[in-house]
């Protein structure tokens, strides 16, 4: 059986369309209208495209590209030679169907799938049309990957080095584009010399702050409120716990007392803007002014009490992530039942 090799001429320019939808109605639409003037007004068409319309547009438009794109194969096949060695289409075993297009030969005639999906369309790879098949699909799956498209398209159509035209198409997509950049990064700044470990010992540099309250035995069948104060390296995050009894600039100064006897005078130390560390930062200094030698013997001498920015929470990272690792931890190994207080949990120090 022969078909006869009419030689089709595009009746819209198909680069100019952007969207596969549009280039089809509107194709269906200009043949309609050109149809129409050839027929009796009691025959001509009228209402809106029937989807059979659109159907024998895409066959019509699939028919243009495979003529643009595969002139020497079609001329082969409609004078029923075998398609050359050297064409592109011979691993696929094209054959020319009814209606003058072009499909591959699979080994499927006995699966229970579509005849679509079983001889798929040929098409070329670098094609307008073929492109606008390629984005309808990738936009109608929801901008979905590589391997998707090429296989949802594959239930039709049968892409010459279909990957690279599915990738390619991938590529120029704006809105995958978008998705795929990465963000901006911020320069972080040069870490604060405390950080940086450079004095011998540890705790020479800390941060402290506060947790709780934590409801704590003070005797039998009596509980009050007690605190949790914690104190932390700043450069190599050793913690040290202290129990307080209240938020007082007193109740800290005695936590930092029974802290130095511990862990040795700190140089600097770095807090909030707790009332009670403005208020012992205050204590310090008059200390440190009036009576030197008891600061000397308390040894509060010379530590430089800093406070971190009123608005800046981030300042206070290093003691934060401490505080809830303190928690967690007073959490887990006590029975839910009742919380105990971190500092008698056992997480001491570290
Ligand atoms: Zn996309």
Not at 210 to 229: D, H, Q, S
Not at 268 to 284: P, T
Not at 310 to 327: N, Q, T, Y
Request: charged share 25%.
């Amino acid at each position: 059986m022969s078909f006869p090799a009419q030689q089709l001429q595009a009746v819209v320019d198909e680069n100019k369309f952007s969207s596969l939808k549009r280039l089809l109605r509107i194709t269906a639409w200009v043949t309609r209208f050109t149809g129409n003037c050839r027929l009796a007004c009691q025959q001509r068409k009228s209402g809106p495209l029937t989807a059979e319309e659109l159907q024998e547009t895409e066959r019509y438009w699939v028919r243009v590209t495979q003529q643009q794109a595969f002139q020497k194969e079609l001329t082969d096949l409609q004078n029923h030679r075998v398609v050359d060695r050297s064409s592109s289409l011979i691993s696929l075993m094209p054959q020319l169907t009814e209606g003058g297009v072009l499909r591959v030969t699979g080994r499927l005639l006995n699966a229970d799938i579509a005849d679509d999906a079983k001889y798929p369309v040929i098409l070329p790879q670098k094609s307008h049309f073929t492109q606008l098949v390629i984005r309808d699909t990738h936009e109608r799956l929801k901008h979905t990957g590589v391997n998707h498209v090429l296989a949802e398209t594959r239930q039709r159509y049968w892409i010459v080095n279909g990957r690279q035209a599915v990738k390619s198409c991938d590529f120029r997509c704006n809105f995958c584009r978008k998705r795929r950049v990465s963000p901006g990064e911020q320069v972080m700044a040069p870490l604060p010399e405390c950080r940086l470990g450079n004095e011998a010992r540890a705790f020479a540099c800390c941060v402290v702050d506060f947790a709780g309250p934590y409801l704590t035995t003070v005797a039998p069948r009596t509980t009050a409120k007690r605190y949790l104060c914690l104190f932390t390296c700043m450069a190599t995050r050793a913690a040290h716990l202290e129990m307080v009894a209240d938020l007082t600039a007193d109740a800290f100064l005695l936590a930092f007392s029974r802290m130095v006897a511990r862990r040795g005078n700190p140089k600097v130390l770095i807090s909030d803007n707790g009332k009670n560390f403005v208020g012992a930062r205050q204590e310090l200094r008059r200390l440190d002014e009036a009576n030197p030698e008891i600061a000397c013997k308390l040894g509060h001498e010379g530590v430089e009490c800093k406070l971190n920015p009123p608005s800046a929470l981030h300042h206070g990272g290093v003691f934060e992530s401490i505080i809830k690792s303190a928690k967690l931890k007073s959490e887990t190994s006590c029975c839910s039942s009742s919380p105990t207080h971190p500092a008698e949990s056992g997480f001491l120090s570290s």
